[in-house]
């Protein structure tokens, strides 16, 4: 490896080390975020001042806002993966970003998306407020609250899942089946976003359904920005075959 990859690698993995950081902020200012909305759902009549019930809150409201804070830091970095998955082939991001540095990064974020998913599963194990069971979790379709929604949350993770573990299979399966597995977590991507909105209890917030409308239609515009380049490339590449 000469110096220019290696400092080029070098520096990918510095940016990626701040970007860590970064979501750490996010995930603390998400679960302070979601403490200080949660006042006004609070019982104004009691009379408590903001300070008032943070210091009074209890284990099972704490465990409650880790575990939302968990997934919705989970969703926005899964949006982010998918985004970022759909806008590499698209060619949006040539010229600003290293190819190797795009690629490493689509990667650090999936994993980073796994691995905020597991705390945000991990809590629910021991929260008091809506406990679920091992078997739950694992399962689809077999919990007591909101079966469906929680149920398509639980088949979108495993997509997820499969959608990473590619990452580390790709030189034995072979490129063509690695891009059509890739594929899925366009539909874990759907399955989440319908999971967090259908069965989070902060959905009624008109800032939480405006950050899933938002990212949606991101996605959206996404993927048909990259279907349309690729029609009008196999369209030139007709052209071409023909004279």
């Given at each position: 490896m000469n110096s220019s990859s290696s400092s080029s690698s070098r520096t990918g993995w510095n940016a990626l080390g701040w970007i860590a950081?970064?979501?750490?902020?996010?995930?603390?200012?998400?679960?302070?975020?979601?403490?200080?909305?949660?006042?006004s759902q609070v019982q104004v009549a009691q009379g408590q001042s903001l300070w008032q019930w943070l210091f009074a809150m209890n284990s099972q409201q704490t465990?409650?806002?880790?575990?939302?804070?968990?997934?919705?830091?989970?969703?926005?970095?899964?949006?982010?993966?998918?985004?970022w998955g759909l806008a590499v082939p698209s060619r949006i991001l040539d010229g600003l970003l290293h190819g190797s540095f795009?690629?490493?990064?689509?990667?650090?974020?999936?994993?980073?998306a796994i691995a905020f998913l597991g705390v945000h599963m991990g809590v629910l194990l021991i929260d008091q407020y809506a406990p679920f069971s091992l078997t739950q979790l694992i399962f689809p379709f077999t919990s007591d609250y909101r079966p469906l929604w929680v149920g398509i949350g639980t088949v979108s993770m495993y997509m997820i899942a499969l959608v990473t573990i590619t990452f580390y299979l790709r030189n034995?399966?072979?490129?063509?089946?690695?891009?059509?597995?890739?594929?899925?977590?366009?539909?874990?991507?759907?399955?989440?976003a319908l999971h967090g909105l259908m069965s989070g209890t902060d959905s009624p917030l008109p800032m939480v359904q405006v950050m899933y409308a938002g990212t949606f239609l991101s996605v959206v515009f996404l993927m048909a920005y990259w279907l349309i380049g690729v029609a009008t490339k196999k369209r030139r590449v007709a052209v071409v075959r023909a004279r």
């Open positions: 950081g970064g979501m750490a902020v996010l995930f603390l200012s998400a679960l302070v975020t979601f403490g200080i909305l949660s006042v465990t409650w806002y880790v575990t939302r804070a968990a997934g919705m830091m989970a969703y926005l970095l899964l949006w982010l993966s998918t985004a795009t690629f490493d990064f689509h990667q650090f974020v999936s994993l980073l034995r399966i072979g490129m063509k089946i690695f891009r059509a597995i890739h594929v899925l977590s366009l539909l874990g991507f759907v399955g989440a």
